[in-house]
């Protein structure tokens, strides 16, 4: 699930960030879980290949689940439309468009490939969540409301779309039917009448339970909640001083990723949890030695929500952030590996392998931004400014299911 939202969601999330925990930016290496399971990959090098080009601005690219084919968000018309593309980058269609849109995120396919879901905002700043099908027809809105929808998350079984909206002061997740339309408002353990916020949905492998986050645990933070849609079981599966949001669950489902903002460093980082809430983690790993030339430690962009790959043992962010030696705002995708064997360049010496968890630096280069999985995790989709300080669609392919690292912009 990839998720984009307006500023407003990440000031009401800065806000209520709570007493800051110092030990947390200095959690030892020995503190994190050492896997029971070890596999070994192997690693090929990168292949960069650049989509689109043009003086016009392509983003939000997403595979569909066969990888024949790329949906994007393009201005190039003038205003923004909902493209598709095969996976060479050519045959671009226009899906959606319209002047009374303001601008189109979010674009993601059902489990079937054949039907896209995408939130458009409409010039009176509302949103709407809309369906169309990959050959451009049955367009359909599927709210009702006037509010701002923040993130949207397919069930398995491609029938039912969960997403957040705020109105009235508050985040609530609302479930619709994507052939009936007539959303209904999740309401853990009747709790309709009391001012707690929630946000975030994704959904579990089988489709019967849901991961969220909420502030409904009376500690003015967030923290992520499981509730299962047939047995009305809630769960409170984080109990930090900070907030804990963007939740993804892995397709195995043994595997919660969430996202922590503390105050205290006012960085937001990266946790694994197991899906019933315990050996929870912080995924750093010897970033230093990875980052050649990086000062910076690299914690998840305000803009980057984290994804699983297909084998549920990677997952996958961005940071956009200044480094300390220069005004320039630089890029990296991230993958945190989890019971492999990862080769990672070592700053001082020869690359090396390390056994367990790791953090291996995907792409390096110039607001690098939305990076999302390719069919098979062989392949990573992103945008990157070209010189012409327009956003391309970029791909970056590899021959087996862990890459080996690379620090290279791909314009190198």
Not at 16 to 43: D, G, Q
Not at 68 to 85: H, W, Y
Not at 100 to 119: H, K, M, Q, R, Y
Not at 134 to 151: A, E, F, M, P, Y
């Amino acid at each position: 699930m990839r998720v984009h939202e307006p500023h407003l969601k990440l000031s009401i999330l800065a806000i209520s960030a709570a007493v800051l925990v110092t030990c947390l930016s200095v959690l030892p290496i020995f503190f994190l879980r050492t896997p029971t399971t070890v596999s070994t990959m192997t690693t090929s090098e990168p292949s960069y290949i650049q989509l689109t080009n043009g003086n016009w601005n392509d983003i939000y690219p997403v595979y569909s689940p066969n990888g024949e084919t790329i949906a994007f968000v393009s201005d190039r018309s003038g205003q923004d439309s909902l493209d598709l593309m095969n996976s060479a980058g050519s045959k671009v269609t226009t899906l959606f468009s319209s002047p009374g849109v303001a601008n189109i995120t979010s674009p993601e396919f059902d489990s079937a490939g054949s039907t896209l879901a995408f939130i458009a905002t409409w010039r009176n700043q509302s949103s709407g969540l809309l369906v169309i099908t990959s050959q451009g027809k049955g367009l359909h809105d599927l709210t009702r409301n006037d509010g701002i929808i923040g993130s949207i998350s397919w069930s398995p079984s491609g029938q039912t779309l969960a997403y957040d909206e705020y109105q009235g002061g508050l985040w609530k997740i609302w479930l619709v039917n994507t052939s009936e339309g007539d959303p209904s408002m999740l309401v853990p353990q009747g709790n309709s009448s009391t001012n707690y916020n929630y946000r975030y949905p994704s959904w579990g492998p089988n489709g019967t339970w849901l991961i969220f986050s909420s502030d409904r645990s009376h500690t003015n933070q967030y923290n992520i909640w499981s509730y299962n849609l047939n047995t009305k079981n809630l769960n409170e599966l984080t109990s930090g001083l900070g907030n804990d949001t963007r939740p993804a669950v892995s397709p195995n489902g043994a595997y919660i990723s969430y996202v922590s903002y503390y105050e205290n460093n006012r960085e937001w980082t990266l946790w694994i949890i197991n899906s019933n809430g315990t050996n929870a983690h912080l995924a750093v790993t010897e970033y230093q030695d990875q980052n050649p030339g990086i000062s910076w430690i690299p914690s998840v962009s305000p803009d980057s929500y984290p994804q699983w790959n297909a084998n549920s043992n990677g997952v996958m962010y961005f940071t956009n952030q200044e480094s300390d030696t220069s005004n320039q705002t630089n890029a990296n995708v991230f993958v945190y590996y989890i019971g492999v064997n990862v080769s990672v360049y070592v700053h001082i010496g020869p690359s090396r392998q390390m056994i367990g968890n790791a953090l291996v630096a995907m792409i390096y280069g110039p607001r690098d931004i939305d990076p999302s999985w390719g069919s098979g995790g062989l392949s990573i989709l992103f945008c990157q400014s070209s010189s012409n300080g327009y956003f391309q669609v970029w791909v970056r392919t590899f021959a087996s299911a862990l890459p080996a690292p690379s620090y290279g912009s791909s314009s190198s």
